[in-house]
């Protein structure tokens, strides 16, 4: 019994393999190759590598500019510096004081906004969000 179990496996995985090559990499119902598939496949594998490569190295790029970049305080918590290339703009959360306002939505839900002290959210954007 387990022996008919794994040749009815083997046929039905063996099916979906034929199937799957029949339609990819070989043109048209011939034993001629799909060059075009197999060097997507390829070319997808060695994109991905010289992609990984290239994103460490635009991240160290970036981390060497951030280094350099002298940051200006603009207000409490909020600081901005230029480079060649670059424009930073810097939050620090727990240096901010903040305030909270509760809107209550159409659909009567809850939603806690939490903005700068001093500087209440615009009417728009209350709206909105009363409109969700």
């Given at each position: 019994?387990?022996?008919?179990?794994?040749?009815?496996?083997?046929?039905?995985?063996?099916?979906?393999?034929?199937?799957?090559f029949a339609n990819n990499v070989f043109i048209a119902g011939t034993p001629k190759l799909n060059r075009?598939?197999?060097?997507?496949?390829?070319?997808?594998?060695?994109?991905?590598?010289?992609?990984?490569?290239?994103?460490?190295?635009?991240?160290?790029?970036?981390s060497e500019s951030l280094d350099k970049t002298n940051l200006k305080q603009l207000s409490r918590g909020v600081y901005a510096g230029e480079n060649k290339s670059l424009k930073v703009t810097k939050f620090v959360e727990n240096e901010i004081e903040w305030e909270q306002m509760t809107i209550v939505t159409n659909s009567s839900k809850e939603v806690v906004l939490k903005y700068p002290s001093g500087q209440p959210p615009l009417k728009e954007m209350i709206d909105l969000i009363k409109s969700e």
């Open positions: 019994m387990k022996k008919r179990i794994i040749i009815v496996l083997v046929i039905i995985s063996s099916f979906f393999i034929s199937s799957y075009n598939y197999l060097a997507k496949f390829f070319s997808e594998q060695a994109v991905t590598e010289v992609a990984e490569k290239r994103v460490e190295a635009i991240s160290a790029d970036i």
